[in-house]
Structures are given as C-alpha cells and as structure tokens.
C-alpha cells in the first residue's frame, strides 16, 4: 500500500512559480514510476508529467514541456513538480500518482496504469 499526500498548491499571478511536493510511503518507493495530473473545473484529468523509478526519464505533455520540471527524491520518497511561467489555463487541482513498472526505466502516461492516487491540492492562476 502506497499513501500519497500533495502539498504546496495555492494562489499565483500569472507568470509566477509554483513547487508541488508529494510525499509518499511505502519501502519500495524507486519500484514506482510517478506521475503528475490536473483536473480542471468541468474538464476530464490530464497528464501533466511523469517520472520513471530511477528518475532519469522523464515524460512532459505538450502544454507544459518547457514551463514544468518534474523530479523525485528517493531518499525522502517525495516527488516535486516545479512550475514556472504559470498560465490561467494551468489552473486545476493537481494528483501525484504512482504505478508500479517492470523496469527502473519506465515512464507511465496512462492513468490506468497509476494505482495509487493523492487527494490533490488545488492550484490556481490570477490574471
């Protein structure tokens, strides 16, 4: 069993940072591939990022290649989501998950391959 909680979410003028932490536990914490998602207000959740086992793959979706970094510490078994340049259409509330995967090298892009979800934290862009 794997728990995930999300902090760091909140208010941002456009243009401005963001740094999302997710900590997690569970013992086999590399065993996973991470992941980013968002859901805005009326809209279905999206891949944002994600992030193999070992942390050297990395996976960006188009709208936020450039703009978000996504790291992973495996010795404090947290996962980040820097995100630079914030834009309104950036506002959601953001998941961090994790999957399971074969390999140390994998990157998941499916959510159905996540099997552990956090509650989200709610990020949101003034302009």
């Known amino acids: 069993q794997v728990q995930l909680v999300e902090s760091g979410g909140g208010l941002v003028q456009v243009g401005g940072s963001l740094r999302l932490s997710c900590a997690t536990s569970g013992r086999t914490f590399s065993s996973y591939a991470l992941g980013w998602f968002r859901q805005a207000p009326g809209k279905e959740r999206e891949f944002v990022t994600g992030?193999?086992?070992?942390?050297?793959?990395?996976y960006y979706a188009d709208s936020v290649k450039g703009r978000f970094t996504i790291s992973r510490d495996n010795a404090k078994n947290t996962v980040y989501l820097q995100m630079n340049s914030l834009k309104p259409e950036d506002t959601a509330v953001y998941y961090c998950?994790?999957?399971?995967?074969?390999?140390?090298?994998?990157?998941?892009?499916?959510?159905?391959?996540?099997?552990?979800w956090g509650q989200g934290t709610q990020v949101t862009v003034s302009s």
């Open positions: 992030i193999s086992g070992s942390g050297f793959s990395t």
């Open positions: 998950a994790a999957g399971p995967v074969p390999s140390l090298g994998w990157v998941l892009r499916d959510a159905l391959k996540y099997v552990y």
